[in-house]
T-cell receptor, first 116, second 110 residues
Framework: ETGVTQSPTHLIKTRGQQVTLRCSSQSGHNTVSWYQQALGQGPQFIFQYYREEENGRGNFPPRFSGLQFPNYSSELNVNALELDDSALYLC???????????????FGPGTRLTVT | SQELEQSPQSLIVQEGKNLTINCTSSKTLYGLYWYKQKYGEGLIFLMMLQKGGEEKSHEKITAKLDEKKQQSSLHITASQPSHAGIYLCGADNYGQNFVFGPGTRLSVLP
């Protein structure tokens, strides 16, 4: 059984650019959630994908978008990067589709994004 | 929207000492989750509590959810340097999303 993996590990981008982060879910899990964690803060929920469809979204602007693929891996895309987007981006996989009660999540190591 | 607060913000203890971290919710909790995070890394799932009065233990870590389901505590007995890290509580926000507390940074001095 493989755990949750994320790529790349680190990334440096310039303000205004676009970025794509990738996540492979744990074997057997069909749900992926993405979080943004600024330095010294708890993770903030961006959105969740279940069976290739968005299944809940946090308070993030539309320039944060995602995809989930048939193998349940996922991408997080951020357009028009801003300095405040600098953070650790975490993905988590779980089994289940309903947001309530399906949060025994397993996290990847994260992607550290720096926007200059 | 549900909000979680944690106390203390940070904690430094001597190895072998017991400690408690608290998590308080602005609303009744559907499910309360505890995670541990090494600095700059992913989160490790520790425990999930759902029922009022529920208590779970794993090795030297015990978590409790109060009867009113608005507060949880995480207790570590005989702390070790391996317990050092950031402890985060998280909760299902009424089916809308998932929220985390700000975290408690624990340092254990050998």
């Amino acid at each position: 059984e493989t755990g949750v993996t994320q790529s790349p590990t680190h990334l440096i981008k310039t303000r205004g650019q676009q970025v794509t982060l990738r996540c492979s879910s744990q074997s057997g899990h069909n749900t992926v959630s993405w979080y943004q964690q600024a330095l010294g803060q708890g993770p903030q929920f961006i959105f969740q994908y279940y069976r290739e469809e968005e299944n809940g979204r946090g308070n993030f602007p539309p320039r944060f978008s995602g995809l989930q693929f048939p193998n349940y891996s996922s991408e997080l895309n951020v357009n028009a990067l801003e300095l405040d987007d600098s953070a650790l981006y975490l993905c988590a996989s779980s089994l289940g589709g309903e947001l309530a009660g399906s949060y025994e999540q397993y996290f990847g190591p994260g992607t550290r994004l720096t926007v200059t | 929207s549900q909000e979680l607060e944690q106390s203390p913000q940070s904690l430094i203890v001597q190895e072998g000492k017991n400690l408690t971290i608290n998590c308080t919710s602005s609303k009744t909790l559907y499910g309360l989750y505890w995670y541990k995070q090494k600095y700059g890394e992913g989160l490790i799932f520790l425990m999930m509590l759902q029922k009022g009065g529920e208590e779970k233990s794993h090795e030297k870590i015990t978590a409790k959810l109060d009867e009113k389901k608005q507060q949880s505590s995480l207790h570590i007995t005989a702390s070790q340097p391996s317990h050092a890290g950031i402890y985060l509580c998280g909760a299902d926000n009424y089916g809308q999303n998932f929220v985390f507390g700000p975290g408690t940074r624990l340092s254990v001095l050998p």
